[in-house]
């Protein structure tokens, strides 16, 4: 893998975009992107990226 995701699982982050609290559920490193993609418990059918959150 190319580094440490900045997140981790169970971790309680915000969506940038709509200021919601979510948490995240699971990680996975997207290789030809170069960066790691989250599901979140609240959206289970849509997957984040880690300049998508804050904390």
Do not use: C, L, P, W
Not at 26 to 39: E, G, V
Not at 40 to 50: G, L, M, N, P, R
């Amino acid at each position: 893998m190319a580094g440490k995701n900045k997140y981790d699982i169970g971790e309680i982050v915000r969506i940038k975009t709509t200021g919601e609290y979510v948490t995240i559920t699971k990680s996975q490193y997207i290789k030809n992107m170069k960066r790691y993609s989250y599901t979140v418990k609240e959206h289970s059918s849509t997957f984040y990226f880690e300049d998508e959150f804050y904390k």
